[in-house]
């Protein structure tokens, strides 16, 4: 299934109105500690987990393209010298099109990095503005075209779902999309997130989002024109021409192993047969702090029950157009999946069509995925 | 004891907010009854329920020593009666053990409809009543019109009414001065067999139940074996004593004498307001007038919100009806809402009451269902059953009718409000009887259903009259009305909390409401959810929820999968408080928004 290494960069130029992730407004920085940091907390893992060769390396954020690519070089050093990379392993950084030049990109690409994914957002001014994003389509274009003569592999992300988008608008801008893809899309519906900009927004009624309807309709028009550009929904919100797909993101969504460095960031680790969920501290200055002092920025370390693992492997492995693989989960939780499961509402989701099962497999059907989250709270509770 | 002639009792009459008890704890402090350190606003409204709603439930009284501007020294009994229609009957108890009775009213609000019924009461026990005007000091009082109101509304001689301000107090001499040489002094016979009145009772952690008594003839004395007579039961008096407010014990009790007693009796069910209580071993022959067991006449399902605390629930309610008798409950099993209890009260403030004690006191959530009236059901064999659960509703073709009870409603509100309420009154089938004008209010007199005025009548018409109109009622006999169960489905499954008994002309209407609410209470699901109202086998409205088409969460990745993980297990909790009908989740915040229907 593989072991997967993610690096957190907390910092942003700004911060989008849409984002609830653990970011901040970029500023100096001082790039010796944030090295020291992250190449203590590899060293701290190592201790804990042993070496284990990485299938893939996953830069995220915030906006991890501002990282020095000489940081960025340091880490996928460090890393391959302590634990080894798998061959052909992924090595994936998230990029905004507002801080990409061909010169950033191409430090980056001798620094290792294989794959990048765009921030793109919208190939529409308009819709830009609204995101809050600092680049405009042509930026976004640029970039692109940059990336996909740098880079092996670039996928990009596009938000649906905007104030007032039809599903003609949607259409559109998917076929820009598909048009200039080069094998993996992600397409995002807008979420409003409490503690947000756009949550404030709403709240004051400045911010009339489509229905549910309209959302369930955006959401059938993405899947009709990818399934029809031959890049398969493999996920919820991923689309990949076969063999496209992230490698990094399948170990979380199919449970695996991996170490996450950085704020706020989380690691899963099967240790001793026990499941390892571990939390790093959030705010960046006492994540630093922390590493220094201690040469680990983990502030909870907690033992998944059977029953929180068995939640795990299926809130995330439904989410794959693959299912769940029975035998993995069973080997991982010590019990068959089924055991943790309401088998009549299994029962009751398998006859409406929502769930399908095998002896081999445990997977959503086209329509169970829409609603997944409805489903997993009649699985689970 | 005290010679007869220095005795005097009174309770004190008038309207929440009037003044009563803040008048009452003058006149403890006038007396000395308490030192100032101990004085506390209301000591009368010792639950905290009575104090924040300004309501008085259990009777209390007060022995005040007043020395007159006579020079005597006189013993003054203040009962504080409960002030709500629920309680009547303990009222009418309340005021036979006086002989006279203050009224006090708001010298700027004016006589206001439960006055009204607690004066005629006091008329009716032919006590003697001295009318005072509270508030006097406020800018909006206006004593020659509440005067004028008072003589025109209840025809009492007004001319001599006291001023007071309870709140200042200011007039409270007067009205201590008034009370000695207004009201007569009790009748009785020292000699005579022990007749006493048993006024009210209620349970104590510490000397069990203790039981407040106005000894008519005879002496109660301390050592002394007592006999119930309408319960049967006797028992050994264990201490005998009067309230200062502090229980002070004494030796006994004299004619015309109020206090309490205590008999190492465990329950207040033994002990019944209005029973006579005499000498065991020479009893009177004759038993005081007046004595009627208590009826419940509201009834609802409690159900606790989380199954397991039924057993609490259980505990709650054989606690409570430790100190309240007057309650009655059996369990009750509901498809929708699991195991809870069917309990009758005697009154909807009664019910309210009862259920925030619960909830407050024991720490219970409940859900009630919508309260019901009892139904004479004659059937075809010749045989009335009484029912009040939908539930139990016969088959109608072995019915040959049914019969519903109806009151007779005593309405104030002011002149502009008045077209509000006159539509409320004949939206809910009311007859008019009255309509007669005090100055700018209208004393409107209705018979109406009491089924109608159990669902929230009286939100209904404080909200129509912004909070003006006042409102009292009294049973008036059982009608014969054409009566149907109105059932609620939910995909085909019938909700049994959720079935109504009403009339066949409001089952329609009522069914499209309710669906309606439904619709909007129940969240969306994974399937559609049909809700319909029936009657019989007839289908009157439907609604449909249509099933979610999106729910999944756009983004998922390592940081994510914890929290999506923590909802789900929030989501699980939450489900133990849905109710699940067929494979329909509807959560008990329906049930409670929709049992209380109707706000329009």
């Known amino acids: ?381 | 004891m005290t010679p007869r002639a220095r005795i005097r009792n009174f309770a004190i009459i008038a309207h929440i907010d009037h003044g009563k008890s803040t008048l009452a704890d003058r006149l403890i402090e006038a007396c000395g009854g308490l030192e100032a350190r101990e004085m506390r606003e209301q000591i009368l409204d010792s639950m905290d329920i009575e104090r924040e709603r300004g309501i008085t439930i259990k009777a209390q009284t007060v022995r005040l020593t007043y020395r007159a501007r006579d020079g005597e020294v006189y013993q003054l009994n203040l009962m504080d009666t409960p002030g709500h229609v629920d309680f009547s009957y303990e009222v009418s108890r309340s005021l036979a053990a006086c002989e006279g009775a203050i009224l006090v009213v708001d010298a700027s609000q004016g006589v206001e409809a439960q006055t009204l019924a607690n004066v005629y009461q006091a008329i009716e026990a032919n006590l003697e009543i001295i009318i005072v005007l509270n508030k006097i000091d406020l800018p909006a009082a206006e004593p020659d019109r509440v005067r004028r109101q008072i003589e025109d509304v209840i025809g009492l001689d007004a001319s001599e009414a006291l001023l007071t301000s309870a709140k200042s107090g200011q007039g409270v001499p007067d009205v201590l001065e008034a009370l000695v040489h207004k009201l007569p002094p009790p009748l009785g016979d020292p000699e005579a067999p022990l007749t006493a009145l048993l006024v009210d009772s209620w349970y104590d952690a510490y000397l069990g139940v203790v039981i407040l008594v106005r000894v008519r003839d005879g002496v109660l004395r301390k050592g002394m074996r007592v006999r119930m007579m309408a319960a049967g039961t006797a028992h050994q008096v264990e201490t005998v004593g009067v309230f200062t407010p502090k229980p002070i014990p004494i030796e006994a009790l004299g004619p015309g004498e109020v206090g309490f007693l205590t008999a190492a009796i465990k329950e207040v069910a033994e002990t019944r307001v209005g029973d006579t209580i005499t000498d065991d071993r020479r009893p009177t022959a004759e038993p005081m007038p007046g004595f009627k067991p208590s009826v419940p006449v509201v009834f609802c399902g409690l159900f606790p919100a989380e199954a397991s605390e039924f057993g609490h629930l259980r505990e709650s309610l054989a606690k409570l009806r430790l100190n309240d008798a007057s309650f009655v409950y059996q369990p009750e099993t509901s498809v929708a809402l699991g195991l809870g209890f069917r309990c009758g009260f005697l009154g909807l403030l009664h019910l309210e009451i009862i259920q925030e004690r619960l909830e407050r006191e024991f720490g219970l959530e409940l859900i009630a269902t919508a309260p019901s009236v009892i139904y004479r059901c004659h059937l075809t064999s010749g045989e009335v059953v009484e029912l009040h659960n939908p539930v139990d509703m016969p088959d109608p073709t072995r019915t040959a009718f049914i019969e519903e009870p109806w009151i007779k409603a005593t309405i104030m509100v002011p002149d502009e409000h008045l077209g509000a309420v006159l539509k409320l009154c004949e939206e809910r089938r009311g007859i008019q009887r009255d309509l007669t004008y005090v100055g700018n209010r209208a004393l409107l007199v209705y018979r109406l259903p009491l089924n109608e005025v159990v669902f929230d009548f009286y939100d209904r018409l404080k909200s129509v009259s912004r909070g003006y109109a006042s409102f009292d009622y009294q049973l008036d006999g059982y009608v014969e009305e054409d009566l149907v169960k109105l059932s609620i489905l939910v995909n085909g499954e019938p909700v049994d909390a959720l079935a109504t008994i009403v009339h066949r002309a409001r089952a329609e209407a009522r069914g499209r409401a309710l669906c309606e609410r439904l619709k909007d209470l129940i969240p969306r699901q994974l399937f559609q959810v049909a809700i319909q109202a029936a009657i019989g086998g007839r289908i009157v409205a439907r609604e449909t929820v249509r099933a979610l088409r999106k729910d999944v969460l756009a983004k998922c990745y390592g940081g994510d999968v914890t929290r999506k993980r923590k909802l789900l297990e929030k989501q699980k909790a939450g489900k133990k408080r849905m109710r699940q009908v067929g494979e329909v989740h509807i959560p008990q915040e329906a049930f409670i928004a929709a049992l209380k229907v109707e706000s329009k």
């Not at chain 1, 819709?127 to 075209?145: E, F, I």
């Not at chain 1, 559109?172 to 807008?190: E, I, K, P």
């Not at chain 1, 990094?248 to 706020?264: K, V």
């Not at chain 1, 029950?305 to 809130?315: C, D, K, N, R, T």
């Open chain 1, 1 to 381: 299934m593989g072991f997967g290494l993610y690096i957190h960069w907390p910092y942003c130029r700004r911060i989008c109105p849409y984002c609830d992730f653990n970011i901040y407004r970029a500023r100096a920085l001082d790039e010796t500690a944030w090295r020291q940091a992250f190449l203590a907390g590899l060293d701290h893992a190592l201790r804990l987990v042993g070496p284990r060769p990485l299938r893939s390396i996953s830069f995220g954020g915030g906006t991890p393209s501002l990282m020095p690519p000489s940081l960025v070089a340091a880490i996928i050093e460090r890393a391959a010298l302590r634990f080894g990379l798998e061959d052909d392993a992924e090595i994936a950084l998230e990029a905004n099109p507002g801080s990409a030049d061909a010169a950033r990109f191409a430090d980056l690409r001798a620094a290792g990095v294989n794959r990048l994914s765009l921030g793109i957002q919208s190939f529409d001014d308009g819709a830009l503005s609204a995101l809050g994003r600092d680049h405009d389509a042509a930026a976004a274009r640029a970039a692109l075209t940059q990336a996909q003569a740098i880079f092996p592999r670039v996928s990009f992300d596009l938000i649906y779902g905007l104030p007032g988008q039809s599903r003609a608008d949607w259409r559109r801008a998917l076929d820009v999309a598909l048009a200039c893809q080069s094998g993996h899309l992600s397409l995002y519906q807008l979420t409003i997130e409490p503690g947000t900009a756009f949550a404030r927004a709403a709240a004051r009624g400045r911010l009339a989002l489509p229905d549910e309807q309209r959302r369930a309709d955006l959401y059938d028009v993405a899947q009709e024109r990818c399934a029809g550009a031959g890049l398969d929904a493999y996920e919820v919100s991923n689309h990949a021409a076969p063999g496209h797909e992230s490698r990094h993101n399948l170990i979380y969504w199919r449970s695996g192993d991996w170490i996450g460095l950085g704020p706020g960031a989380h690691s899963r680790l099967t240790l001793d047969r026990r499941r390892l969920a571990l939390t790093e501290h959030r705010r960046p200055e006492i994540w630093l702090d922390a590493v220094a002092r201690a040469r680990s920025g983990e502030v909870e370390c907690e033992t998944l029950s059977p029953a929180q693992h068995a939640s795990e492997i299926l809130l995330s492995g439904l989410r794959l157009g693959e299912g769940i693989a029975l035998k993995r989960a069973e080997d991982a939780l010590g019990a068959p999946l089924g055991a943790f499961l309401d088998q009549a509402r299994l029962a009751t989701l398998v006859a409406a069509g929502l769930v399908q099962g095998d002896a081999e497999r445990l997977r959503v059907t086209a329509t169970g995925r829409r609603v997944l989250d409805a489903v997993l709270a009649e699985l689970l509770a």
